[in-house]
């Protein structure tokens, strides 16, 4: 049981590679489920377009994801809020457009393979292997890498990215 106790703390608190990216598993799992049954809602409940779905879905899942990462992922209390909530922005909106575009031009490319009908793939199934193929590959691809060695890290940049984000904060007397 100590053992089990002294991994699980590793996990927690150790900032190497692999419990970063196993933390990093969690947060993407918990801000993933906000983006694909958001995608899905506006998708199939909403028949909107699978760009604007999935931008949808990336959205809100993207707020949850910067939140979560920010102290439980990679520990990032060393770096501004401020700057943090930039940088994020700045790969958050590669990372809607790579998801956005990804999911279309794959959807409309299955859509071509009549043949994945004959194994039992369904039209509306497209979508679904789209998103879910686009959305793992964006997230260990371009996500983590960026996270961890720019988001979550202090910068150079950070004191001009800082002043993109004029938030005055209230002095108390």
Partial sequence: MASFRKLFNKFLHSDNLLFTFLRSGVSSW???AT???LSFVFYAWVNL???????IGAVCGGIVN??????FTFHATDCPVRAVIVKFAMVWLGSVALN???TEALYYLLQRWTWLE?????PD????????????????????LLQRYFVYRPTRLDPYLIRLLPIERKVEQ
């Fill in 35 to 37: 983006d694909l049954v």
């Fill in 66 to 71: 910067c939140s979560v990462n920010y102290r």
């Fill in 118 to 122: 004959t194994i039992g793939f369904r």
């Fill in 49 to 55: 377009d699978p760009w604007l779905a999935s931008t």
């Fill in 30 to 32: 918990i801000s993933g």
């Fill in 100 to 102: 956005a575009w990804g």
């Fill in 125 to 144: 199934g497209y979508f679904a292997a789209a998103r879910f193929i686009v959305s793992v590959l964006v997230g260990w691809i371009w996500n983590f």
